[in-house]
């Protein structure tokens, strides 16, 4: 880890390095105190861009009047209902909300993306009667035993863990096609493995629950897959009776420019997983599907904080804010301004800058070495010198940090010069948003 910035950020770190667990990565040292809109502020009073949102939280701003007023009002009159004992008009106000953003008739509140995962994991089995799952290589669904059976991004997070009954199939990465074929001649092969391989080899049909599938992959490399991939694997659900489930946890939330991102596609999952932006900065998780899917019995399911009363008024005021303001459009059009000033970097850097991808604010940079083959420790130095800069990415894919500091001077000048004309470009398509918060 590099110097932090401040003494009271030197203070803390050393603090929680003697008590936090140690599993815990941090890719910089920025000790946060207070945040507002799209910038946030360190202890020691220097200012960043958060140009990562909170990792895909804060989709409504940081400390957003509206979600805070609504978070206030609730707990002047409770925090904690027991929503799996009792009933409580919050949590079904913003479960009658959801049904309209996303035409979902059935929901079921946790406290976190992988929660809202686990359930979708226990619906399908519960309901198929069926107990093995088909994930993607390259997919994170979270950390808990069975969300980590589907994970399968760094082999880190899986070691010595005993998993579920899960066959991991290639994803639509066409940057880097795990198959060796081009778009669009291949035809889909990637989806169509896991009809011509894996249900004859390794998967009986007949036991398998449900796909579990990110729209778009995050912490796999924000990758985008062509339309096609998702109306295939919806194709290979209906003819084997198959459940498809959607992962939003980081793509929904109007975080692509749609309320949900499989709308891009074309497809309607049949359980959907929720969560990140949908708190409005508050832990919360919802699973969502149809009636004649989430029809399981009482007890089958629960937990003592879903439906939390205070995460609920903080959700339906983030919901109404993402409507009210048009989030949606707003997402399209700066990603689009995004795009557009990486790709020109990405002309002028080509032998850095290997590809550009995403939908909406949902976008992804991969870097590359001159020959092509991925380059975790430059993404490294520009993520911790873009820190050093005040701007805040974060780093997908592989993850490297401890080496990047041993770059000769000279790489590391010619790195910083990109990262300068970088960061130019990405305070210029962010400047709308900080003078929206700042009013």
Avoid at 41 to 67: L, R, W
Avoid at 316 to 325: G, H, R, T
Avoid at 411 to 428: N, P, S, Y
Wanted: glycine share 8%.
């Amino acid at each position: 880890m590099i110097e932090p910035p401040g003494n009271r950020a030197k203070e803390i770190i050393h603090r929680d390095c003697r008590i936090i667990s140690t599993c815990i990565t941090r890719p910089y040292p920025l000790v946060l105190e207070r945040a507002r809109g799209a910038t946030v502020t360190d202890v020691d009073g220097k200012t960043y861009i958060d140009f990562g949102a909170g990792t895909a939280v804060m989709n409504v701003g940081h400390s957003n009047p509206e979600v805070s007023a609504a978070v206030t009002a609730q707990l002047a009159k409770m925090t904690h209902a027991d929503f799996s004992t009792f009933f409580a008009d919050p949590p079904v106000r913003l479960a009658e909300k959801l049904q309209q953003m996303s035409g979902y008739d059935r929901v079921f509140f946790s406290n976190s993306g992988t929660e809202s995962v686990e359930a979708a994991i226990k619906l399908a089995i519960w309901k198929s009667r069926r107990q093995s799952l088909v994930g993607f290589y390259g997919a994170f669904h979270g950390r808990t035993l069975g969300t980590l059976s589907l994970t399968c991004s760094k082999i880190k997070q899986k070691e010595h863990f005993p998993a579920l009954t899960v066959v991991h199939a290639p994803y639509a990465y066409c940057y880097r096609c795990p198959l060796h074929l081009e778009y669009p001649d291949c035809g889909i092969a990637c989806a169509h493995e896991i009809e011509s391989v894996i249900f004859k080899r390794e998967l009986s049909p007949k036991d398998t629950a449900a796909i579990v599938v990110e729209p778009i992959q995050g912490e796999g490399g924000y990758i985008v897959p062509p339309p096609e991939f998702h109306q295939e694997l919806r194709r290979i659900c209906d003819d084997y009776d198959v459940f498809l489930v959607a992962d939003e946890l980081q793509s929904g939330c109007y975080r692509t420019g749609r309320f949900m991102a499989m709308e891009h596609f074309g497809v309607r999952a049949d359980i959907v997983c929720m969560a990140k932006a949908l708190g409005g900065g508050l832990p919360l998780g919802a699973t969502v599907s149809s009636r004649s899917i989430m029809d399981w019995p009482p007890g089958t399911h629960s937990n003592t904080f879903g439906g939390n009363l205070l995460a609920a008024a903080a959700s339906l005021a983030a919901l109404n804010y993402m409507e009210k303001e048009d989030l949606g459009t707003r997402a399209q059009d700066l990603g689009a301004h995004m795009m557009m000033r990486l790709r020109e970097l990405q002309s002028r850097f080509p032998a850095v800058i290997g590809d550009v991808r995403g939908l909406g604010l949902m976008i992804g940079v991969e870097i590359v070495k001159p020959d092509g083959s991925e380059d975790p420790k430059t993404r490294d130095l520009i993520v911790v010198d873009g820190f050093k800069k005040a701007l805040c990415c974060y780093p997908a894919a592989t993850r490297s940090f401890g080496s990047a500091h041993r770059w000769s001077s000279r790489r590391r000048k010619w790195i910083r010069v990109w990262i300068d004309r970088f960061e130019t470009a990405v305070k210029k398509a962010v400047s709308c948003v900080l003078r929206r918060f700042a009013r």
